[in-house]
């Protein structure tokens, strides 16, 4: 089994920046696939940044330009630094990443609020 434990949420302005990051451990043997996600109340859940092992980054419309997902093997860790932070992308923001064919199972994920 793969765990993962998101962190770095918290309040910021528009315009502000927040680096977020999800640290897998358990039965790791190498990362294949990372993603991060978000959810508003009453909404799905949304995928929001993805890599997969020696591929481009894919990014949603709505973040394009302003995210950027990238990890340190060495430290089983993925991070999405997010600038340019919108109203809109209040959210809890979760990740996933794939060890070979196993999922990870879903963290507490992080909340984001971008107010003024």
């Known amino acids: 089994q793969v765990q993962v434990v998101e962190s770095g949420g918290g309040l910021v302005q528009p315009g502000g920046s927040l680096r977020l990051s999800c640290a897998a451990s358990g039965s790791i043997f190498s990362i294949n696939f990372a993603g991060w996600y978000r959810q508003i109340p009453g909404k799905l859940r949304e995928l929001v940044a993805h890599m997969t092992s020696g591929g481009m980054p894919h990014y949603a419309d709505s973040v394009k330009g302003r995210f950027a997902i990238s990890r340190d093997n060495a430290k089983n860790t993925v991070f999405l630094q997010m600038n340019s932070l919108k109203p809109e992308d209040t959210a809890v923001y979760y990740c996933?990443?794939?060890?070979?064919?196993?999922?990870?199972?879903w963290g507490q994920g992080t909340q984001v609020t971008v107010s003024s």
């Open positions: 996933q990443c794939r060890s070979g064919s196993t999922w990870s199972t």
